[in-house]
């Protein structure tokens, strides 16, 4: 189990060393083979235990252990809150197929598909920003908010001094951010936040070395409910990169949404559940929960997912979209590393014959992720798929639509840290309007993006695409 180079003071000291290792490697095992339901997974677990056995214990301490485990106390309330309103009976006129991917949802969420709801399209922080920062200007009771991250730049300084200036005028506001996205040991917006009399708080931080999940887990969404009546979701983050006007250079190219109408209150779940979780304190209190009248038309129902009781259900609504699709499925995504369940479920669509259109960047934020990308995509050469690259300025999208009667938003991206380690949110919506305009939306970045060439790709120097294999074996982790 150690080297053989390695000199013990005595030959029982080795002895002892050698019986500490398998047990320590026996350990590993054992939890792994209770809890761990990926078979490649395990076996890997394993062989790092047996052949490192102190190396592999602590990089599974640190990376293979899933810690999270939600407090049910007093989330109860929180969960009959949101069932008091669902909105008006709602009877879903859509094809077939698409009602069936309709009970597949309410299946995995365990929650109605809720009509009566008006969603608006606000394209880059130009336009999302301002809207936000009026919904904060304007709130009267209440505000709740989180964000991944959240800069300390002239955008983050407005939506702060937006929220200061709410809480100096008697507006009950939670802040909820997260521990690594804020910047985790000198985070000085949170520390703004907090001087400026903000109830905020982050998201899974700790100082205690073997109680940081940190290194795996992260709260991704992206949400804001003003006085428990609208709702802002998306995958736009807070900070000047997203906003073309205070950009420094190249920004961020992205879509947030505005939410009105009683599917608010599966947002201002999201948020409670969290916000009890990390603070253990229930916001049950009518000022979160108020009355929703229908405001439109799209039926809609909010999907979170994460490394708890909530994992898998995103990875199963999207295969089981993949699965349904007759005509056309679309995804923009700004990082495309899906797992092999979920590529099958792509080569089976594209099989039938359903038009699959995959827009990514070209140049996405991190170089490494460029890398795996273009390995990742070299296994589906053999797919009939559109991929397309799209240019700079980098595309932060997340959108995917199905035959024009379905559409999912929200914060999560098609890779394992969004299908497995984050927590995150996204609204599936059962409107052809609403998906038309989504479409149109994706029509326009196809039409300025490059075509991928699989010939292209494999043509590519082989250190190149060595490097690049290499990258994409850290994809469980990217």
């Known amino acids: 189990m150690f080297p053989t180079w390695v000199a013990w003071p005595t030959p029982a000291a080795g002895i002892v060393a050698t019986i500490l290792s398998m047990l320590l490697a026996g350990v590993v095992t054992a939890d792994v083979l209770l809890k761990k339901s990926d078979v490649r997974g395990a076996l ?29 106390l007093r989330l109860g309330r929180i969960d009959g809150r949101e069932a008091t309103h669902t909105g008006p009976p709602l009877a879903l006129g859509a094809s077939p197929h698409i009602c069936t991917l309709a009970e597949v949802g309410r299946r995995i969420t365990e929650g109605p598909l809720i009509g009566g709801n008006r969603l608006s399209i606000l394209k880059g922080g130009d336009q999302a920003y301002p809207a936000m920062l009026k919904a904060i200007a304007e709130a009267q009771h209440s505000l709740a908010m989180t964000s991944y991250i959240f800069r300390d730049d002239p955008a983050g300084l407005e939506f702060a001094d937006a929220l200061i200036a709410a809480v100096r005028r008697g507006v009950e506001t939670r802040v909820l951010l997260d521990s690594v996205g804020i910047g985790y040991f000198f985070p000085r917006i949170f520390y703004k936040l907090k001087a400026g009399g903000v109830t905020v708080d982050r998201f899974l931080h700790t100082w205690m070395p073997w109680r ?4 795996n887990m992260r709260n991704h969404r992206k949400l804001l409910v003003a006085d428990g009546k609208i709702a802002f979701m998306g995958g736009m983050n807070i900070g000047r990169e997203y906003s073309r006007k205070l950009a420094d250079g190249d920004y961020v190219d992205d879509i947030h949404f505005l939410i009105e109408g009683p599917v608010v209150r599966s947002v201002m779940k999201a948020f409670a559940r969290d916000w009890t979780f990390t603070t253990e304190e229930t916001l049950d209190q009518p000022i ?6 229908p405001l439109g038309r799209v039926p809609a129902r909010g999907l979170r997912s994460g490394p708890d009781a909530d994992i898998y259900k995103l990875e199963i609504l ?43 960047p070209e140049h996405c934020d991190y170089m490494f992720l460029d890398w795996a990308m273009l390995a990742n995509l070299r296994f589906l050469r053999r797919i009939q798929a559109n991929i397309y690259m799209a240019p700079l300025p980098f595309d932060h999208s997340k959108l995917a639509t199905m035959d024009g009667e379905w559409a999912l938003i929200g914060s999560s991206n098609w890779d394992a840290r969004s299908f497995r380690l984050n927590f995150e949110y996204d609204l599936e919506c059962y409107d052809p309007g609403f998906t038309a305009a989504l479409d149109a939306i994706i029509d326009d970045k196809i039409a300025g993006a490059r075509k991928v060439s699989f010939n292209e790709l494999m043509l590519r120097p082989i250190p190149l695409r060595l490097r690049d294999a290499a990258a994409r074996l850290l994809t469980p982790y990217l």
Request: glycine share 6%; aromatic share 14%; hydrophobic share 55%.
């Open 44 to 72: 890997g677990w394993i062989a790092a235990a047996w052949l490192s056995p102190v190396a592999g214990a602590i990089l599974y301490y640190m990376f293979g252990i899933n810690r999270v485990t939600r407090r049910a």
């Open 212 to 215: 940081m999940p940190f290194l």
């Open 288 to 293: 979160w929960w108020p009355d929703l009248e």
């Open 318 to 360: 999207l295969g089981a979209a993949l699965s349904l699709a007759k005509k056309r499925i679309r995804i923009v995504t700004p990082y495309f590393l899906p797992d092999q369940r979920l590529e099958f479920a792509i080569a089976q669509a594209s099989i039938r014959g359903v038009q699959v259109d995959i827009v990514i």
